[in-house]
């Protein structure tokens, strides 16, 4: 069978008609070469593929709670989609914030209520100008924003209430997986002047974008290290626990039963029933017979306090009389063991 060539070797075979002969065995041997996939021992990552997805999932969900608010405050078409969830040091992620920007500082109240550095949102100039505008009755067309553009004190106070709108997504995204409330603690305006967060210290960084009608612009939150870190074992203390829980479950479940089967209850064997006036009742002498309205050979229903649980035949064992139980009771408010 005839070998067939590689891409390589067929374009070194067009090369050397060319004139830039390259020998085939150093083609093949280039090939050959096992390559190796670059790693930076200075920041080890902290977290897994599998962390970074369950981050994915919880912002794909804040994606569309945050969408359907932001239509119906807004009164516009839009649509949050997450570009990437990607773990990074947060000196990459200051450096890319220019001197206008304004940084969101957002308190994070975990179920331990351990004190942790705060969430920080960014979003584009042209984004919040545009959702500022629409809250002011304008249709938030302008996309034409100078990069040396600064907020106003007006701009600025309506920009905490937009935000404020944004964080309150975090909270329902969340709630599948772990209870925690965000709150805003500050906004601020020069983001060089934050120092809350080392700059090599691990950070994960979620960048959406926010895709409207009259204007497009992004979302980037930034979640430092050590917050991540302490939700993530929280929700794996959970995870453990109930696991644990649900083998407990079984044991306790027998243990309680070992504890109250020496229990006396009461059983008590109804015959019939009979309604009578009162003037019957005084009249009552001894001798008198009281009809019941129940065949002679009914069965009698058996009552554990107070709960009807069978039926039976009565009859007489050991020269007492007795009940010989026929079938449970198909209305009884309890589960009853097979004998």
Known sequence: ??????????????????????????????????????????????????KLKILKSIFDNYSRIAGSQINSLFRTSSELSVVTVEEQRYYE?????????????????????????????????????????????????????????TYTEIEMALYRRVIQYIIGALKDSWSSYINLNFELSRLEENPSMFQEIGVDETIVIVVLDVDMKECSGRLNVCIPGNLLM????????????????????QDNKQEIMNSIKASDLLVRAQVGESMITLDDVYNLHVGDVINLGTPKDSDVQLYVEGQPWFRGQLGVHKRNVAVRIEDHVETGNYQTGES
């Open 1 to 50: 069978m005839a070998e067939i060539l590689s891409q390589s070797q067929i374009d070194a075979l067009l090369n050397s008609l060319q004139g830039n002969s390259e020998p085939i065995e150093e083609i093949e041997k280039k090939e050959s070469e096992t390559k190796y996939r670059k790693y930076d021992f200075y920041s080890p990552k902290k977290f897994t593929k599998d």
């Open 93 to 149: 992620f200051g450096n890319a914030l220019s001197d206008n920007d304004v940084l969101t500082l957002v308190n994070v109240t975990l179920p331990d209520s351990s004190k942790n550095p705060p969430l920080l949102i960014n979003a584009s100039m042209t984004l919040m100008l545009s959702l500022i505008d629409r809250m002011l009755g304008g249709v938030g067309d302008d996309t034409a924003v100078d990069t040396s553009y």
């Open 230 to 249: 302490n939700i993530f074992d929280i929700m794996d203390k959970r995870k453990h626990s109930a696991m644990g829980d649900e083998a407990n479950s």
